[in-house]
Nanobody, 127 residues
């Protein structure tokens, strides 16, 4: 059983930056593909970005490409999301998630493939 705890959310003006962290415990972190999802009020949860077990491969939603960067430190059991040039439409609750499917699978963009979830952290971007 893996526990995930996000931190780093907050209120920022448009054009600003935030760095989210997600600390994992209770499992072998390097065995998991990690993803960041977000959910805005009245909208479905959507993939933001994902990173492979060793950090070699990444995926970004078109809406965040060039602005957000995912990274991980397996020695610290932590995945990060650096968010730059934030826009009001980035406002949402951000969740990190862990995918424990067998090695060799690609980074999934589907929430149902992620086994463990954090509690979420609010990101609010003011215009």
């Amino acid at each position: 059983q893996v526990q995930l705890v996000e931190s780093g959310g907050g209120l920022v003006q448009a054009g600003g930056s935030l760095r989210l962290s997600c600390a994992a415990s209770g499992g072998t972190f390097s065995n998991y593909i990690m993803g960041w999802f977000r959910q805005a009020p009245g909208k479905e949860r959507e993939i933001v970005t994902g990173i492979s077990r060793r950090g070699i491969s990444t995926y970004y939603a078109d809406s965040v490409k060039g602005r957000f960067t995912i990274s991980r430190d397996n020695a610290k059991n932590t995945v990060y999301l650096q968010m730059n040039s934030l826009k009001p439409e980035d406002t949402a609750v951000y969740y990190c998630a862990a995918d424990h499917r067998p090695s060799g699978v690609v980074i999934s963009t589907t929430s149902r493939n992620y086994d463990y979830w954090g509690q979420g952290t609010q990101v609010t971007v003011s215009s």
